[in-house]
């Protein structure tokens, strides 16, 4: 079946560093992907997604690309923020017979210090 | 998450009891989500309804049932608590407006099992 791995936290950073958070996944056929964020004690809220191959998803100063030759789709943002330490998700579709679903790797806590 | 509404926010449960998690949404979508979020785990799905009438069993299925009387409301009930059953649940929503195909989630309802 389908699945999502990503790079486990937490990851603690200093403001203006460079961030990077790894995602790979398995599938069959040709999923779109998403990173989804969560802020403390709040829903997951959509952040960027990709359709298909080579593209990129953007989004507030965050970008990821969708590799298909590395099953690959990193997250990555050149300066973070404060404002930025949230969980991080890594997600695929799967569309069957009874709809779309969404499968998620297990997120990555980001904590970035003044 | 404008749009996708859950009832209650917190519950504290002792083993053995009942209870039903609402789930509203105002968006006209049809198909509607149920997960749990666990620390490490991500979110898995425990079962979603892909129309109004219709539900499909998601990977985390057992000691849940759920209802989907109508286009608007999708419930999920616990006949008999269990410690294992304390996690943070998320509906969600398929939204499909204007070619966007994301899942949009509602704020989580907290769950505490003694």
């Known amino acids: 079946g389908n699945s999502v791995t990503q790079m486990e936290g937490p990851v603690t950073l200093s403001e203006e560093a460079f961030l990077t958070i790894n995602c790979t996944y398995t599938a069959t056929g040709y999923p779109s992907l998403f990173w989804y964020v969560q802020y403390p004690g709040e829903g997951l809220q959509l952040l960027l997604k990709a359709t298909k191959a080579d593209d990129k998803g953007s989004n507030k100063g965050f970008e990821a690309t969708y590799r298909k030759e590395t099953t690959s789709f990193h997250l990555e943002k050149g300066s973070v923020q404060v404002s930025d330490s949230a969980v991080y998700f890594c997600a695929l579709s799967d569309l069957g017979a009874a709809g779309n679903k969404l499968t998620f790797g297990g997120g990555t806590r980001v904590l970035v210090k003044p | 998450n404008a749009g996708v509404t859950q009832t209650p926010k917190f519950q504290v449960l002792k083993t053995g009891q009942s209870m039903t998690l609402q789930c509203a949404q105002d968006?006209?979508?049809?198909?509607m989500y149920w997960y749990r979020q666990d620390p490490g785990m991500g979110l898995r799905l425990i079962y979603y309804s892909a129309s109004e009438g219709t539900t499909d069993k998601g990977e985390v299925p057992n000691g849940y049932n759920v209802s989907r009387l109508n286009k608007r409301e999708f419930s999920l009930r616990l006949e008999s608590a269990a410690p294992s059953q304390t996690s943070v649940y998320f509906c969600?929503?398929?939204?499909?407006?204007?070619?966007?195909?994301?899942?949009?989630f509602g704020a989580g309802s907290r769950l505490t099992v003694l």
């Open positions: 968006m006209n979508h049809n198909s």
């Open positions: 969600a929503v398929w939204d499909r407006a204007s070619g966007a195909n994301v899942l949009t």
